[in-house]
């Protein structure tokens, strides 16, 4: 079994900063790609950050220069830094990543969500 528990959101000021985390558990053998989701009230989930098992990051444009992703692969773990944000940031926060596990049958590879951390920026 594998898992993503994700922790740190919660409420803030426009204009502070949130440090969003999740720790991948389980029989992990790789994990690809980890990245950050949100599904902002009454709108559709969207990529928020992106990095690849080599380090290489990508961004939605509208939180380039205030969010940083960041990954420790000796602690499956991926975070997300949450500068200068804004009301527009309020959302449902997701951990996702492709990861290689045990399986009953071999190696199984399969993307993983966590179950969702809320972020409130108040104006």
């Known amino acids: 079994q594998v898992q993503l528990v994700e922790s740190g959101g919660g409420l803030v000021q426009a204009g502070g900063s949130l440090r969003l985390s999740c720790t991948a558990s389980g029989s992990i053998l790789a994990i690809n790609n980890m990245g950050w989701y949100r599904r902002p009230p009454g709108k559709q989930r969207e990529l928020v950050a992106l990095?690849?098992?080599?380090?290489?990051?990508n961004y939605a444009d509208s939180v380039k220069g205030r969010f940083t992703i960041s990954r420790d692969n000796t602690k499956n773990t991926v975070s997300l830094q949450m500068n200068s944000l804004l009301p527009e940031d309020t959302a449902a926060y997701y951990c996702?990543?492709?990861?290689?596990?045990?399986?009953?049958?071999?190696?199984?590879?399969?993307?993983?969500w966590g179950q969702g951390t809320q972020v409130t920026v108040s104006s």
């Open positions: 990095i690849t098992g080599g380090g290489s990051t």
């Open positions: 996702n990543a492709g990861i290689l596990s045990r399986g009953p049958t071999g190696p199984h590879l399969q993307d993983y």
